[in-house]
């Protein structure tokens, strides 16, 4: 595959990854004002899972961000490409497992760290995906690593925005709790 053709190729993907990147950065300014808003409940020591699931919703939005940024710059290799996009989803795998370290230690009783855990769960999954995406991106260039990287930013918005619902939720009652 010549990069002229490569390029036809990315530019197939041009409005998904346009639209998944406006997604993304929409919903993370509304994460910025739920969680100003809410920055008591979300920081409080009793409560850290919260701010790990914050976390979590904040690295995902910003890593599909990192990646629809990669995938619409004008680029002058395929395994570049694939190299940037094994750093990002390399770099994202290391905090998420830090993350799930962290939670299976900490977590408010009343919700459990299984369900915490399983809010951070697809996004290893996802980072794992397009890390494999990007190793095909950059070894076969016929492959399928291009779509597994789609589905990877679709997997991560997508947690992503179960997470700050989850993190909403649990913020509103913790808040009903200490009214009655």
Known sequence: ???????????????LFLTAGTAAATLLGLLFVAVSLNSDSILSADRLHLKQL???????????LL????M???????????????????????????RLVA??????DR?????????????????????????KLGDQPEGDGL????????????AATATAWDLLVRVA????AVER
């Open 173 to 176: 009652a913790a808040r009903r």
């Open 72 to 98: 619409l710059m004008p680029t002058s290799s395929r395994r570049g490409l694939a190299y940037a996009l094994t750093a990002v989803a390399a770099i994202m795998i290391t905090f998420t497992v830090w």
């Open 1 to 15: 595959m010549t990069l002229s053709d490569f390029q036809e190729q990315l530019h197939l993907w041009h409005d």
């Open 111 to 135: 919700i459990g760290r299984g369900r915490s855990i399983r809010r951070v769960a697809p996004a290893a999954m996802a980072y794992l995906g397009m890390a494999l995406g990007a190793f």
């Open 54 to 64: 914050a976390e979590q919703a904040y690295h995902n939005y910003v890593s599909v």
């Open 147 to 158: 779509t597994l990287v789609t589905f990877s930013v679709v997997v991560l918005i997508v």
């Open 67 to 70: 990646v629809t940024f990669l």
């Open 103 to 108: 939670l299976s230690r900490i977590s408010d």
